[in-house]
């Protein structure tokens, strides 16, 4: 998650196709990531939590949250 910080942080000094561009990029492959350890709860509730403050704190990842719902579906499969 530190590196997903870092490339996100670039995000915020590019223009912003640029930007949008980068989460694009970098979202489906974190949430993939993110699925793929699903196994291991500590890890899991732990990613999570960096998601959804990414989430909150990053106008550009909230967009894209919110676009890309279906992305989301098996989180709440591994909750339930």
């Given at each position: 998650?530190?590196?997903?910080?870092?490339?996100?942080?670039a995000?915020?000094?590019?223009d912003?196709?640029?930007?949008?561009?980068?989460?694009?990029d970098?979202?489906?492959?974190?949430?993939?990531?993110?699925?793929?350890?699903?196994?291991?709860?500590a890890?899991?509730?732990?990613?999570?939590?960096?998601?959804?403050?990414?989430?909150k704190?990053k106008?550009?990842?909230?967009?894209?949250?919110?676009?890309?719902?279906?992305?989301?579906?098996?989180i709440?499969?591994?909750?339930?």
């Open positions: 998650m530190v590196t997903l910080g870092v490339a996100l942080q995000v915020e000094g590019e912003l196709e640029a930007a949008k561009a980068r989460v694009a970098i979202m489906p492959r974190l949430m993939g990531i993110l699925e793929d350890s699903s196994g291991f709860y890890e899991t509730t732990e990613s999570l939590n960096a998601l959804m403050k990414l989430v704190t106008p550009l990842v909230a967009l894209w949250a919110v676009s890309n719902q279906e992305e989301f579906d098996w709440l499969s591994w909750v339930i």
